[in-house]
């Protein structure tokens, strides 16, 4: 009869200590996976962190005719270590022979490794410096972003097409014609968006050409139809060959593939003297904001130059007040800020601002109180992509990876 109560005791015994056991591997299981996504979060939010301060930095740096200037994060390595311990004691009270209280314990450790690297070189410098191409402000428009926050941004000048003349305003608070020009063109695009008229696609080319069959091999002719639409005329024994080709990118207030084929051609060979940089409009009559019938070319900027003119704007070069043009229709609530960004700068830290940075003991931060928030904050997620469209990859060391030691 002892005997069996011993061999009771011991299974018991046996079994609670099986229990610890499976609880322990549960809660590492736990634990790794937890740790994980935590790590995750926290070194994307740190990176992100990083380079949207410095983006602001070399804003001020550009206000202060300083060199601009990014680091980056090239290499993130995260290992954690789980020690962890499981037993059994006897309770305090009671039953301490037979009855037993399972102990955890347990410590993490984490051990970073970040690779940081400059950008810099050759490539990046000339990306820099490069102006961007039309197809990156129409890819931002297909992303809804206000085609008047993206032209302020990233065109420097409007270049209004009046029969064989045509005319230059600048996107510079110090040239006031031309700005305020600028402006009222930019305003007129983005009320004619707030519509859902406004159409930024590239001319569809329709070219078509007439050979005799007799020029044409037979073990060409599969690879032919690749390429080209085929048709064969039995009257004079001819093909037609038709092939569809993108032309430039043109902002218009109508559908351009309504067009007929000779405007299109007319208006491709008007743009074949265009750079890569140009991105042109034609606003017509006849449809949504075709009271201020106008057509011509913004040309747009480089990342570098952006950093200069948002720099500009923290000293005399302020953006103002430019109301639309009276041919302009309504504008979505109004939205109209003097300034493409707004700062604020001042001697402590902003208590409302998202960020901050500090340079000759002063405070910058971009403006998110007051009724013009929300655009001030797309207008540096804006900046935030663009910067993004305009580095290169990073010099990595090894695979990046987060690894989780038990």
């Given amino acids: 009869?002892?005997?069996?109560?011993?061999?009771?005791s011991y299974q018991w015994l046996f079994l609670r200590r099986l229990l610890c056991f499976f609880v322990l591997i549960t809660l590492i299981g736990c634990i790794s996976p937890l740790a994980l996504n935590r790590a995750v979060t926290?070194?994307?939010?740190?990176?992100?962190?990083?380079?949207?301060?410095?983006?602001?930095?070399?804003?001020?740096?550009?206000h202060y005719r300083q060199p601009v200037h990014f680091t980056g994060v090239s290499n993130i390595a995260?290992?954690?270590?789980?020690?962890?311990?499981?037993?059994?004691?006897?309770?305090?009270?009671?039953?301490?022979?037979?009855?037993l209280m399972p102990i955890f314990g347990g410590s993490l450790a984490?051990?970073?490794?970040?690779?940081?690297?400059?950008?810099?070189?050759?490539?990046?410098?000339?990306?820099?410096?490069?102006?961007?191409?039309?197809?990156?402000?129409?890819?931002?428009?297909?992303?809804?972003?206000?085609?008047?926050?993206?032209?302020?941004?990233?065109?420097?000048?409007?270049?209004?097409?009046?029969?064989?003349?045509?005319?230059?305003?600048?996107?510079?608070?110090?040239?006031?014609?031309?700005?305020e020009m600028f402006r009222r063109v930019a305003l007129h695009l983005s009320a004619i968006q707030d519509h859902n008229q406004l159409y930024a696609e590239p001319l569809l080319l329709k070219h078509a050409w007439k050979i005799p069959s007799s020029s044409i091999a037979p073990d060409s002719?599969?690879?032919?139809?690749?390429e080209f639409i085929v048709h064969y005329d039995s009257g004079d024994d001819t093909f037609t060959l038709r092939k569809h080709?993108?032309?430039?990118?043109?902002?218009?207030?109508?559908?351009?593939?309504?067009?007929?084929?000779?405007?299109r051609e007319a208006l491709n060979e008007r743009a074949r003297d265009w750079d890569v940089s140009d991105i042109a409009f034609d606003i017509r009559a006849g449809h949504y904001g075709g009271e201020w019938p106008m057509n011509g070319m913004f040309r747009l900027r480089s990342f570098h130059s952006i950093l200069g003119s948002l720099g500009k704007a923290l000293g005399n070069e302020k953006g103002y007040q430019v109301g639309k043009d009276t041919r302009t229709p309504p504008i979505l609530n109004n939205e109209n800020p003097d300034q493409t960004m707004e700062f604020v700068v001042s001697n402590v830290p902003p208590a409302d601002a998202d960020f901050s940075i500090r340079w000759n003991n002063r405070y910058?931060?971009?403006?998110?109180?007051?009724?013009?928030?929300?655009w001030n904050r797309d207008a540096f997620q804006l900046l935030f992509l663009l910067f993004q469209m305009t580095v290169t990859d990073l010099p990595r060391i090894g695979v990046p990876s987060i690894t989780i030691a038990k």
């Fill in 1 to 8: 009869m002892k005997h069996k109560r011993w061999q009771s």
């Fill in 42 to 62: 926290a070194y994307d939010e740190a990176v992100t962190d990083s380079i949207s301060q410095q983006l602001l930095v070399n804003i001020v740096r550009a």
């Fill in 78 to 99: 995260a290992t954690f270590t789980f020690v962890a311990n499981a037993g059994a004691m006897p309770a305090a009270g009671g039953l301490a022979g037979a009855t």
């Fill in 110 to 179: 984490e051990s970073p490794t970040i690779s940081i690297v400059p950008i810099e070189g050759e490539e990046f410098t000339q990306r820099l410096l490069t102006p961007f191409p039309q197809n990156k402000l129409t890819l931002l428009l297909r992303q809804h972003f206000d085609v008047d926050m993206l032209l302020r941004m990233m065109a420097q000048e409007v270049r209004i097409m009046q029969s064989e003349q045509h005319s230059v305003h600048r996107n510079n608070p110090s040239d006031k014609a031309g700005y």
């Fill in 221 to 226: 002719f599969q690879s032919l139809q690749k």
């Fill in 245 to 263: 080709t993108s032309g430039p990118i043109l902002i218009t207030n109508y559908d351009p593939d309504m067009l007929p084929e000779e405007e």
């Fill in 364 to 374: 910058y931060a971009i403006n998110t109180i007051g009724s013009h928030a929300r």
